[in-house]
Each structure stands twice: as C-alpha cells, then as structure tokens.
C-alpha cells in the first residue's frame, strides 16, 4: 500500500486556543472557556495520540467503512472544541391551535403541560449540560455539547408528536427552527 493511501486513513485534528485535552485509554477529556466535558471513544474503533497541540486519529482497516468511522470520531472531536470556545444554540417554536401549551423546566426534566387538553404533563429528558430556557412561544436549548443539545430537541420534538390524528390537520408540537453557533442569552 502506497503511503499516499496510508495518509488517507489517519486524520489530525487541531486543538484551538483556550482548549485542553487529556486522555486516559478511550476517555478524552476536553476543558475550555465555557467548561468541561468527557467523550469515550470506547465504541468508536480508532486510535488516539495527543500530541503538540494536536490530536492524531488513526484506524487499523483499510476499508470505506473505517474511512467513515476516522471522519465521524473527527467531527465529533472539532464540534466538542468549537462548543467549548463558541457554544450552540438551538431554537423551537412552540405551536398550538386550541389548547396552549406551556413548557416549564424541573432539574432534569422539561414538562410540557395542557398538550392537546391533557391533564398530565410530558415529561422529557434534558441531555447533558444542556440550558433549556422557555421565553413565550419560544425554548432556547444552549451548551457546548452538539450532540447533547440536539439531542434534548429532539427528545421534545418527539414527545409532542400527535398520534392517532391527522398529522396535516393537528400542527400541535414544538418544533425546532434554528440551529447555530453561539450561545444566545
């Protein structure tokens, strides 16, 4: 194999100003000025080296499939490094027809209470390090993680979903508009 296609299945990933990684076996540990977080790349099958200010990602196969997996474990490094310096945004829109819904935040949890008439609120799971804000018609979700952020907007996309109705008629749901870099306060 010819070493042009050897620099194919390894990646360095740039470390930016202001951010530290560290690593123990598969665990990386990122710290930057909006805080820390962990990411264990136990699962994800690629071998990691730190080094001057960079992080190398190597994998063992030489396949498409280990060229996809070298790029996934790449973009989940760069995005934990731009959300530690910059931050994301996420927002939803809150959307009723008859019965206002109002969204309130618990710890832990977001409820969304009176979806469609129901006694009961939703409760869903807020991921992370994730800052859910209810303004009005609007919840902003903040953090420095992606994946953690939007996976808490979907969490709520999903438990306001309607079932058994027509889902061209029912527009009841909060639904996600805007998604960006930055933390918006």
């Keep these: 194999m010819s070493t042009n296609q050897d620099e194919k299945f390894q990646e360095n990933v740039e470390i930016p100003q202001g951010v ?11 710290q930057g000025p909006l805080g820390k977080t962990f ?20 994998v ?38 008859h019965f206002p819904i109002t969204v309130k935040v618990d710890g832990k949890n977001v409820l969304i ?3 469609q008439g129901e006694r009961a609120p939703r409760i869903t799971k ?4 994730t800052k859910v804000v209810p303004k009005g018609e609007d919840v902003i979700l903040t953090g420095e993680v992606w994946t953690d952020i939007t996976q808490t907007a979907a969490n709520i996309e999903l438990h306001t979903k309607v079932k058994g ?15 960006k870099k930055g933390i918006e306060k």
């Design 113 to 115: 209470e009176n979806f």
């Design 165 to 179: 109705k027509d889902h061209r008629v029912f527009l009841d749901g909060i639904y996600a508009y805007e998604k």
């Design 39 to 58: 990411k264990s790349f136990r699962n994800i099958p690629v071998d990691i080296e730190i080094r001057d200010n960079k992080i190398q990602l190597k």
């Design 126 to 129: 807020i991921v992370g390090n």
């Design 60 to 97: 063992e196969g030489r396949r498409k499939r280990d060229y996809s997996i070298l790029h996934t474990a790449r973009s989940i490094i760069r995005n934990i490094c731009e959300g530690l310096v910059e931050g994301y945004t996420v927002k939803m829109k809150v959307v009723f027809a």
């Design 20 to 30: 530290t990684v560290t690593q123990k076996k598969h665990m990386l540990q990122f």
